[in-house]
């Protein structure tokens, strides 16, 4: 894997939150993916690198939700999101210093400070693991990319959905707008 500068580059983790996880993802299981991450946070803040980790979640009442019309909207659970929708995974470790950014749609960038708190660390390259990866890993990874960010993906710490979803994303977007590695090359690269 061509070398990136370890002080310029930061991870970030795209919603590794309870109520995601409970999906089953493929071709990585979350178990896998988060597994991944985890590996990768504890590798970035080995090197005092930054990590950051994004969730999605609206108000009990939807009022800031997307409402536009759309041919098949996701499902949403009766009775609302559970109690626990928007916790990060206790396996991610979410340490003092880690970045923790909500969103409220796909996109981590949009309406955020995610922007701002990597260029006020000097971060040049993001590195992405998340799920899913044609939801939000995708347009998070197209955005940093239109914000001038090199980005790396970690392809093993990511999934979807359905393998169909996953594969044309990593195979035929994401090589086009940054390197495609595994959660292995990256650490090694780390190192």
Do not use: C
């Amino acid at each position: 894997m061509e070398q990136f500068v370890v002080e310029n580059a930061a991870l970030v983790a795209v919603d590794f939150q309870e109520g995601i996880l409970r999906v089953p993802f493929v071709p990585h299981s979350a178990n896998a993916v988060l597994e991944n991450t985890v590996r990768l946070a504890q590798s970035f803040r080995k090197i005092g690198a930054p990590v950051a980790f994004t969730r999605v979640t609206w108000a009990t009442d939807f009022a800031d939700a997307l409402k536009q019309t759309v041919d098949r909207p996701l499902p949403m659970p009766p009775g609302g999101l559970p109690a626990d929708w928007a916790d990060l995974s206790g396996e991610l470790g979410v340490a003092p210093n880690d970045i923790v950014i909500t969103k409220r749609q796909w996109n981590a960038f949009h309406g955020t400070e995610l922007d701002l708190q990597l260029r006020r660390r000097g971060i040049k390259t993001v590195v992405l693991s998340g799920i899913a990866t044609n939801m939000g890993v995708e347009s998070t990874a197209r955005t940093a990319y239109e914000l001038g960010y090199q980005l790396v993906f970690a392809e093993d710490a990511i999934s979807s959905v359905a393998a169909g979803m996953h594969e044309f994303a990593a195979q035929t977007i994401f090589p086009m707008i940054g390197t495609v590695r595994s959660t292995e090359e990256i650490i090694a690269a780390l190192r």
